[in-house]
């Protein structure tokens, strides 16, 4: 079992239990037991619930042995599931990857987590992260930093480094992540799974620790599109306790991944293809999979975003400019760490945040309080609203041509341990293709097409739609997903097949 897990989809699972072919205890620890098995090698994980895992199991088994069958389980009935640790869930410690936060435990859920353990998922642990989500490699992490399952020598990406390699591993069978510019898409590139960021407001994000809140939003991984379809029917929804949460009825995502896509109207983005840094193997790969939705029978025609271009200057005096705001909370009095010893209020608060934030996270609250400050916040923060505002009118041209827009999801495949930590402008341009969308609120897929003729790598293909259209870029997907058959298995997980 432990074996078949990384080649069973949610449908599989779900089957398989209502037809008492194995029970969801023997998953959960089918499961768990990859996570011995692989774990002390990629550090995907910050912590590991088994007590939660077999207690959930334990609900779906009681449910199968009182006579539900298939139509009576819940839609992620027994199915493995990881949590970002910038996610409540009552029961485990939520540290964002910081120091600031390593003994601060969980007093309520996040809504999306909630409702994935209402649908029957298996709760297997929380997942390591950027600090604070801040960083495009993991190696941000105050506790370790986690490994690509493709090359245990190169970074898994990031925020979301974690959700990705456990993903890609076969821990787990669907992770949640969080996106504020890229955090779900660009490691689901490096590490050759598919991820998805929602459109802003369509996944509520009460209980996920706010980095940037006008473009934070939870998305799944998944090792196949439909799956990620069946997780996003999940959590998607309206909830009152986040205000920017949409009331907008949730669609029926799985069944939405036809594959059909006569007459589909897409968009290759060739402006972003000419960009410096985009490598010839990614400009190889994505242009061959445009060409290949053609073949399917969409019609395939060049679209522009100018103003792209500008999106990482302005994301990177948006996002630390909130960032600040909201990391203020972590002061050493409310919860958190607190330095001892202090001689009086102001000298806790300066000490307990300077001994509590990792060096990049004290990095973007000085960024953004500089931004915010006064005198500069016109010369900055204005300017960079109004450069995300062009962005959104660039995109809103663009969809009244298109149905879905392609470019890559990431310059480069996976980069090396290491190879751009002394350069943090480098590793922030890992984004430059996802930000854009970020500001935009648009959603967004990660499809890996392939592995780069060069690096043997996966690549990673960005598929874009307007705003709440999900059920065509989860069409497109599908559709190409077929097409390319890649199968995301890893060398580092091709030991337990």
């Known amino acids: 079992m432990m074996a078949d897990l990384q080649n069973l989809n949610v449908t599989d699972i779900r089957r398989g239990i209502a037809r008492k072919e194995f029970s969801a205890r023997e998953i959960a620890e089918a499961a768990l037991g990859r996570v011995d098995a692989l774990d002390t090698r990629l550090h995907a994980f910050n912590q590991v619930v088994p007590g939660l895992a077999l207690d959930a199991a334990e609900k779906i088994d009681d449910m199968v042995a009182a006579g539900a069958g298939l139509d009576g389980l819940p839609r992620l009935a027994g199915v493995p599931v990881g949590i970002k640790d910038n996610m409540n869930l009552v029961g485990t410690k939520t540290t964002c990857s910081s120091r600031i936060l390593e003994e601060y435990q969980s007093v309520y859920t996040c809504t999306a987590v909630q409702r994935?353990?209402?649908?029957?998922a298996v709760p297997i642990g929380k997942l390591n992260m950027d600090e604070f989500a801040f960083g495009s490699s993991t190696?941000?992490?105050?506790?370790?930093?986690?490994?690509?399952?493709?090359?245990?020598?190169?970074?898994?990406?990031?925020?979301?480094?974690?959700?990705?390699?456990?993903?890609?591993?076969?821990?787990?069978?669907?992770?949640?992540?969080?996106?504020?510019?890229?955090?779900?898409?660009?490691?689901?590139?490096?590490?050759?799974?598919?991820?998805l960021k929602p459109t802003y407001g369509r996944v509520s994000r009460y209980g996920v620790v706010a980095f940037a809140s006008s473009t934070?939003?939870?998305?799944?991984?998944?090792?196949?599109?439909?799956?990620?379809?069946?997780?996003?029917?999940?959590?998607?929804?309206?909830d009152q306790m986040d205000a920017t949460s949409?009331?907008?009825p949730v669609e029926d995502y799985p069944a939405d991944?036809?594959?059909?896509?006569?007459?589909?109207?897409?968009?290759?983005?060739?402006?972003?293809?000419e960009m410096e840094g985009c490598s010839a193997e990614v400009h190889d790969a994505v242009v061959d999979a445009a060409a290949r939705l053609g073949g399917l029978g969409a019609?395939?025609?060049?679209?522009?975003?100018?103003?792209?271009?500008?999106?990482?200057?302005?994301?990177?005096?948006?996002?630390?400019?909130?960032a600040s705001s909201n990391l203020a909370r972590f002061d050493g009095i409310r919860y958190g760490h607190r330095a001892s010893d202090a001689s009086d209020v102001l000298d806790l608060h300066m000490r307990s945040r300077a001994e509590g934030f990792g060096p990049e996270t004290i990095r973007r609250i000085m960024l953004g309080t500089y931004a915010l400050s006064a005198g500069?916040?016109?010369?900055?923060?204005g300017q960079a609203q109004k450069a995300r505002a062009l962005i959104a009118e660039d995109f809103a041209r663009a969809f009244c041509e298109f149905d879905v827009l392609l470019m890559p999801t990431a310059p480069t495949t996976a980069f090396k341990i290491g190879?751009?930590?002394?350069?943090?402008?480098?590793?922030?341009?890992?984004?430059?293709?996802?930000?854009?969308?970020?500001?935009?609120?648009?959603?967004?897929?990660?499809?890996?097409?392939?592995?780069?003729?060069?690096?043997?790598?996966p690549v990673g293909l960005q598929i874009i739609g307007d705003h709440f259209a999900e059920s065509t870029v989860l069409r497109t997907a599908r559709a190409l997903e077929k097409a390319i058959g890649f199968a995301s298995v890893p060398p580092v997980a091709r030991e337990l097949l």
């Open 216 to 238: 934070d939003q939870i998305g799944p991984f998944a090792r196949n599109v439909t799956d990620c379809a069946s997780a996003l029917g999940v959590i998607a929804g309206h």
């Open 376 to 381: 500069y916040y016109d010369a900055y923060y």
């Open 299 to 322: 019609s395939v025609g060049e679209a522009k975003l100018p103003s792209a271009y500008h999106g990482l200057s302005a994301y990177y005096i948006i996002a630390p400019a909130e």
């Open 116 to 120: 994935m353990l209402d649908a029957g």
């Open 257 to 273: 991944c036809t594959g059909d896509i006569e007459g589909l109207r897409v968009g290759l983005v060739t402006d972003a293809l």
């Open 246 to 248: 949409v009331p907008r």
């Open 139 to 195: 190696e941000n992490s105050a506790l370790a930093p986690t490994r690509n399952p493709w090359d245990l020598d190169r970074v898994p990406g990031g925020s979301s480094g974690g959700s990705a390699a456990a993903v890609s591993a076969g821990m787990v069978t669907i992770a949640l992540g969080s996106d504020t510019g890229g955090s779900i898409r660009q490691p689901g590139a490096f590490c050759g799974v598919v991820a």
């Open 419 to 457: 190879e751009k930590t002394a350069d943090p402008l480098s590793m922030y341009l890992a984004d430059i293709y996802t930000i854009p969308v970020s500001l935009a609120g648009k959603p967004a897929l990660s499809l890996p097409i392939g592995l780069g003729a060069t690096s043997a790598l």
